[in-house]
């Protein structure tokens, strides 16, 4: 029986629309969720200029409403966190254990969002009597969504907030497995921080899991300093909007670091002219992190990396979902990693536009979609 679902859709042109889209029943190897929240960030409203029509959205928690005949890790009723990189568990990167950069399900990986084998049969999902595509995979701004097994990991803590898992799918998993996973932070270390919106602020997080002892969060925002305090930094650098490059920033970090730079730097602003920043804040055989996906042509003053540094440029915080997931609900049950305290504002669906607004002013850390 199809069911009728309340959606964000992008229509390709820089605009969306409120509408009904008609979700089919799972196939054996699908999964239908009813979405409870969905996390937004600048990809959602970047979606909107993607050329084609999209059910927008692509961090999402909810409820499994049906399974089909040869899904085992879940069941009906069970709570859900959804993730956009599906593994196909048998290519060549998924063997290396880097399913998040799966070579035949990954919708980055194809370029455009394309539609890949880790999207559910596209004729699961109509518009106007047209198959149309899920953001991601997945599309989670819409009352239900129907995805493959491997795009859901079961919540087993049942005192989370469908708002706080959201946002584990996407800008969470992306900060905190970029310092846990990617850079691999260490004990006793010293972080820095470029920008303190959603992803900056799990990067804090990260680090503090790893116990770093010196995690300096660099902004030109007073009040999201104040705010990456909360969440784990210990020092902050107001940067000025005329500081190109950050380079007396830099200078500010070596002062705090025994003059020679920190041990690990993560580039969290998506501004191109900063993408260089990092190695410019890290000590000889220092680790520099971009994280926030530039990807524009970026002009580098080679001397920047003198001498042995490392500069990476991870996807999705090298999730592996399975694994991933239960490790951050394990650290917000402890109280070692917030994520209620992230969520600025709710709004409902047809507030959509205000939620981009709120988010594209920079009034939120996080804005999370909720529906009934």
């Known amino acids: 029986m199809s069911i009728q679902s309340k959606s964000a859709i992008a229509k390709g042109d820089g605009s969306f629309l409120i509408d009904y889209v008609t979700v089919e029943n799972p196939q054996e190897d699908e999964v ?23 059910v927008m959205g692509h961090e999402g928690a909810g409820i499994v409403k049906a399974i089909g005949a ?11 966190i959804l993730n956009w ?44 009597n047209t198959p149309i595509i899920r953001s991601f995979n997945i599309g989670t701004l819409s009352e239900y969504t129907l995805v493959k097994e491997s795009a859901v990991v079961k919540n087993t803590y049942d005192k989370m907030p469908f708002p706080a898992a959201s946002i584990i799918s996407c800008g969470v998993m992306t900060g905190y497995g970029s310092a846990v996973n990617s850079a691999k932070v260490t ?15 799990n990067v ?49 970090v070596r002062n705090m670091t025994d003059g020679r730079g920190a041990d690990y730097a993560f580039e969290c602003t998506a501004i191109p002219a900063l993408g260089a920043a990092p190695l410019a804040m890290v000590r000889n055989a220092g680790t520099a992190v971009q994280v926030s996906g530039i990807e524009e042509e970026v002009l580098i003053d080679m001397s920047l990396f003198e001498w042995d540094k490392i500069y990476i440029n991870p996807l999705y915080g090298k999730c592996n ?13 402890n109280s070692d990693l917030l994520l209620d305290e992230m969520i600025t504002r709710t709004y409902a669906l047809d507030n959509l536009q205000l939620a981009f607004d709120d988010m594209l002013s920079g009034k939120n850390a996080k804005g999370v979609i909720v529906f009934d």
Not at 89 to 102: D, L, P, S
Not at 226 to 243: C, P, R, V
Not at 321 to 333: E, L
């Open 32 to 54: 239908l969720v009813a979405i409870k929240a969905a996390g937004l960030c600048h990809t959602d409203h970047d979606s909107l200029s993607w050329g084609k029509p999209i």
């Open 70 to 80: 040869k899904v085992t890790t879940v069941k009906v009723g069970d709570a859900v």
């Open 85 to 128: 990189a599906t593994p196909c568990g048998t290519c060549f990167q998924c063997k290396e254990k880097n399913q998040h950069i799966c070579e035949n399900n990954s919708p980055v990986v194809a370029g455009g969002n394309g539609y890949t084998p880790g999207h559910a049969h596209l004729e699961g999902t109509k518009w106007n």
């Open 187 to 201: 004990k006793n270390s010293s972080v820095v921080v470029l920008g303190t919106g959603g992803v900056g602020l």
């Open 204 to 252: 804090i997080q990260g680090a503090k899991v790893s116990k770093a002892s010196k995690i300096i969060a660099i902004d030109i925002n007073e009040n999201r300093l104040e705010m990456a305090k909360q969440f784990g930094a210990t020092h902050t650098i107001l940067a000025s909007k005329n500081d190109k490059g950050l380079l007396e920033a830099a200078k500010e």
């Open 321 to 333: 979902p399975q694994t991933d997931f239960p490790k951050i609900i394990a650290h917000y049950k």
